[in-house]
């Protein structure tokens, strides 16, 4: 079985048993007792932002007054230039945590990618901005991220309080990840020029 397939069949197997919870505790049979989630401290290496749009540049501007240990890289769509040369040997090291504001088909090579050094997308929030003032937010998260990421997107500045509301993201290791839509008025220069970005923490 090729990657493709395995990540497909992977997905369609985690659909399933989400699904499948609610049906069981409404039959009276409780799920299986996991032990407690840990907090685990996300210490970010880097933000991530695509220049091409407004929306990102924003959160790139305010990347510069949150917290990381290397500062910030703007890209253009492509992130293999940063992956060759910077990321691939922090995960290879074992650390690297990153935040970032892109495009959905960046994020989804960083985290094919990330797959490979065991790390994962513990915030993922996608940005469906469109021709007129409404904009979308669909955020997965641990529970405990949800409250301080909600507050950052309900700003009318929401790209720009991004990134500190990343920058505390804690890894609750065990803990379930809900997802929830938020809807905001965004500012006409986010809705005219930007496509579907998204915003997320890979650790």
């Not at 700003?155 to 905001?184: F, H, K, N």
């Amino acid at each position: 079985m090729n990657r493709r397939k395995f990540c497909v069949s992977s997905a369609a197997a985690a659909i399933s048993i989400a699904a499948a919870g609610p049906a069981r505790l409404a039959a009276g049979r409780a799920p299986p007792i996991r032990p407690g989630p840990s907090t685990l401290s996300v210490q970010l290496y880097k933000f991530i932002y695509d220049d091409r749009y407004p929306a990102a540049r924003a959160f790139g501007a305010a990347s510069e007054h949150a917290y990381s240990t290397a500062g910030t890289a703007a890209i253009r769509g492509d992130v293999t230039a940063l992956w060759a040369r910077d990321l691939r040997c922090q995960w290879l090291a074992g650390g690297g945590a990153i935040a970032g504001m892109t495009t959905a088909r960046a994020l989804f090579c960083l985290e094919q990618v990330a797959k490979d050094h065991w790390m994962r997308v513990l915030i993922r929030a996608e940005h469906a901005i469109s021709e007129g003032h409404e904009i979308a937010h669909r955020l997965t998260a641990p529970e405990a991220m949800i409250t301080p990421t909600r507050s950052a997107l309900a700003a009318a500045d929401w790209p720009a309080q991004m990134p500190a509301a990343l920058a505390a993201c804690r890894g609750w290791d065990g803990a379930p990840r809900v997802t929830t839509v938020l809807a905001s008025a965004g500012r006409r220069r986010w809705a005219l020029t930007d496509p579907m970005l998204v915003s997320f923490v890979i650790a």
